[in-house]
Structures are given as structure tokens and as C-alpha cells.
């Protein structure tokens, strides 16, 4: 099992940036960020996926491609969500998951994950 703890969740005005934290107890192969908003489905936003054997290959949902950027520290096995442009719908709690096969396919599907954080709250408003 893998220890995930979120951190670096906030209030934001809309247009602005905010950059959330992951700790790993250990660095996967594929790593991802869910939110889920009230009422809503969680849902998978940005995702690495790294066998080491590749290039490291990030994905993202359509919904915040051009905004959202991921990345990992596997050195330290953080990682990252920087979330730019922020806009009302960014409102939710963004949480980390963890597994050890790649993220291809269905790493958006929360159902796959075992590993998950406790959570950050990101509250963006106008």
C-alpha cells in the first residue's frame, strides 16, 4: 500500500494560480490526480505514467489541458498539480492516487485505485 498525503489546497481568486502537493511513500508508475466537486463524480484531471524503462508521459483530461500541468519529484516522491487559470468549476477536493501498473488505459476510472490521499480543498472564486 501506498501513503499519500495532499497538501497545498486553498482559496484563489478566479484567474490564478495555485500548486498542489503530493507525498509518496513511494513513486508508482502511474500517478494521478482526481477532484471531486459536491454532488459530483470524482474524476481523474491529470495523470504521469513512468515505468522507468520510458520517458515519462503525461495525460490530462480534456477539460484542463492547457491549464493544469503534473509533474514528479521521484527523488523525493512528490508530486505535483500546478493549476493555472483558475476558474469557478476548479472548485473541489483534489485528491492523489497511486498504482503500480501504467496509467494506460482507464487511469481517469477512480474505481482502478486502491491508493489514495485524504485530500485538499481548492475553492476558486469570482
Known amino acids: 500500500q501506498v501513503r499519500l498525503v495532499e497538501s497545498g489546497g486553498g482559496s484563489v481568486e478566479a484567474g490564478g494560480s495555485l500548486t498542489l502537493s503530493c507525498a509518496a511513500s513511494?513513486?508508482?508508475?502511474?500517478m494521478v490526480w482526481f477532484r471531486q466537486a459536491p454532488g459530483k463524480e470524482r474524476e481523474g484531471v491529470a495523470a504521469?505514467?513512468?515505468?522507468?524503462?520510458?520517458?515519462?508521459?503525461?495525460l490530462y483530461a480534456d477539460s484542463v489541458k492547457g491549464r493544469f500541468t503534473i509533474s514528479q519529484d521521484k527523488a523525493r516522491n512528490v508530486l505535483y498539480l500546478e493549476i493555472n487559470r483558475t476558474r469557478p468549476d476548479d472548485s473541489a477536493m483534489y485528491y492523489c492516487?497511486?498504482?503500480?501498473?501504467?496509467?494506460?488505459?482507464?487511469?481517469?476510472?477512480?474505481?482502478?485505485?486502491?491508493?489514495w490521499g485524504q485530500g485538499t480543498q481548492v475553492t476558486v472564486s469570482t
Open positions: 492516487a497511486a498504482d503500480w501498473r501504467l496509467c494506460e488505459p482507464g487511469w481517469r476510472r477512480p474505481g482502478r485505485f486502491d491508493d
Open positions: 504521469i505514467s513512468n515505468d522507468g524503462r520510458f520517458p515519462a508521459v503525461s
Open positions: 513511494a513513486t508508482t508508475s502511474c
